[in-house]
């Protein structure tokens, strides 16, 4: 196939959005399409307020937006005027079913298929973006051949996301590398060769790896389960250290200078949270169910555990720590996104650590400077713990104030690493509080030593402040 001249991006989410931004940004002869069923995301991408939070990401979108970039809900006109098509829809936990709780859904993947399938009339390079599990490839080259018109060919990609949310414009700028997987044969090279040359605009040749289709789809797990797996290590050492009277900073310092180790992703926390770890440690774990590895499948498993742990065993220190009854309480929460640079609180330890406290009947003020008070009120009202929507409205008062939110309180709680929240004026916020004034910081982000000395009795991860 020729160079691609027309892209179109089937799903504007957190990966579609920024990635073609990225490519209109880099390849201006190039035309980019994004493509969406929900009318309100693509009216926001084509707004000033776009639907997704990230640094960096407003500028580059004015810039291309109306030249080369376009976001759409003509579904149909993209797919056909396009010759490479990203499939970047969501690919969530199945909670139904076969594998329900664990499976990644792929419905939506297979509809995307489908859609292109009826309306291609000319062929199509068909790269997968979204997280899927190994072999989600091979069905999605089914669905097409097996509906296509004649003279229509399609080689199907793996092309797996690595960016993070609340840096997705850095790392799709500087990626550590670009994964491609394809078939090993001369087509399938001629595709890999058409997505390398679009992202060799911007990223060197040799941070493109081009590998089998399998390969590439399994890496994206791997990687993350790797992550989160370290996550969750370090956690369960914080636990060690609070029983102990070791300091988990001092730990992850110490083994984080060992060459074979590494600094990062050793941060203690209350846990971590994200539209992706979970979902793909889960999904993870369900391949290995279905390929007859149960050992396997367990050992992914305690990731996910570990993590449930740590989340359960903050709520419950702060419930102790404050006479074991927080009925009736004020607590203020800092943070409800699920990591600092984002508005996106999907699987945050913020609403689990919310939902827990509501059940104990602890009065809420929640504060978070991205989070849309309409998001914060769905999530906190999902059938789960605090499953009734009048209670949440009796338990929880928003706020977009953070001295208001502290006004009053017996608490604060930091759920999310915000920048913003290392520079309040905790002398004033202390002298609003009732006494004793408790901090729980959930992110081990705040200068306790000088938080102590202003009054506070303060609680983190991993070390023991006071006896
Ligand atoms: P998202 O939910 O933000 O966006 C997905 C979009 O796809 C939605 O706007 C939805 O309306 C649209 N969609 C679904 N089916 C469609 C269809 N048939 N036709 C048109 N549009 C359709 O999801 P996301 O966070 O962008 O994630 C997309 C994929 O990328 C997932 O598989 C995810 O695991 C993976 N991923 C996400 C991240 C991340 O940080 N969010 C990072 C790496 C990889």
Redesign the pocket.
């Given at each position: 196939m020729a160079d691609v001249k027309r892209v179109c991006c089937?799903?504007?989410?957190?990966?579609?959005g920024p990635t073609c931004a990225i490519i209109a940004s880099k390849c201006p002869d190039i035309t980019v399409t994004v493509?969406?069923?929900?009318q309100a995301?693509i009216n926001e991408w084509n707004s000033d307020k776009l639907p997704i939070f990230e640094p960096g990401l407003d500028d580059l979108v004015k810039q291309c937006r109306g030249k080369n970039l376009f976001f759409s809900t003509e579904?149909e006109k993209g797919i056909k005027e396009a010759d490479l098509i990203f499939i970047?829809?969501?690919?969530p936990t199945k909670n139904y079913g076969i594998g329900k709780g664990r499976a990644a859904d792929l419905k939506?993947i297979e509809?995307?298929a489908r859609?292109i399938a009826e309306v291609a009339v000319s062929s199509k390079i068909v790269v997968e973006?979204?997280?899927?599990p190994v072999k989600a490839a091979e069905s999605i080259a089914h669905i097409l051949q097996a509906n296509h018109r004649r003279g229509v060919h399609y080689q199907v990609l793996s092309n797996?996301?690595?960016?993070?949310?609340g840096t997705?414009v850095k790392d799709l700028m500087y990626p550590d590398r670009v994964l491609i997987g394809g078939e090993l044969s001369e087509e399938g090279n001629r595709a890999i060769m058409a997505l390398s040359n679009i992202y060799q605009h911007w990223v060197p040749k040799d941070n493109i790896i081009t590998m089998n289709t399998w390969s590439s789809e399994l890496s994206k797990l791997t990687a993350n389960a790797f992550l989160a797996q370290r996550i969750s290590s370090i956690n369960a050492i914080s636990a060690v250290c609070e029983a102990t009277g070791a300091d988990v900073s001092e730990v992850a310092h110490a083994i984080g200078t060992d060459s074979r180790i590494g600094p990062k992703f050793l941060q203690a926390s209350v846990g971590f949270g994200?539209?992706?770890f979970q979902?793909?440690v889960l999904n993870l774990v369900y391949l290995c169910e279905c390929l007859n590895l149960p050992d396997v499948a367990v050992y992914w498993q305690t990731v996910i555990e570990m993590n449930e742990f740590q989340k359960r065993r903050f709520a419950r220190r702060v419930i102790e720590a404050l006479f074991n009854t927080v009925t009736n309480k004020r607590i203020a929460i800092f943070g409800f996104a699920f990591k600092k640079d984002t508005g996106?609180t999907r699987e945050s330890p913020s609403i689990y650590i919310c939902k827990y406290l509501m059940d104990e009947q602890a009065k809420l003020a929640i504060y978070d400077p991205k989070v849309d008070h309409e998001q914060m009120i769905s999530d906190l009202t999902h059938p789960s713990i605090s499953d009734n929507p009048t209670r949440v409205q009796e338990l929880v008062t928003l706020t977009k104030d953070p001295y208001e939110a502290a006004r009053s309180a017996h608490a604060i709680v930091i759920c999310t690493e915000w920048d913003e929240f290392k520079d309040y004026d905790y002398q004033k916020i202390y002298d609003s509080m009732l006494k004793p004034a408790f901090i729980f910081d959930g992110r081990m982000i705040l200068d306790h030593k000088q938080l102590q000395k202003i009054g506070y009795h303060v609680e983190t991860i991993g070390k023991r402040l006071s006896d």
């Open positions: 089937i799903g504007a989410g957190y990966v579609g493509v969406d069923l929900s995301r579904i970047s829809v969501n690919t939506y509809s995307a859609k973006k979204s997280t899927v797996p996301e690595f960016l993070a949310e997705a994200g539209s992706c979902k793909d996106d």
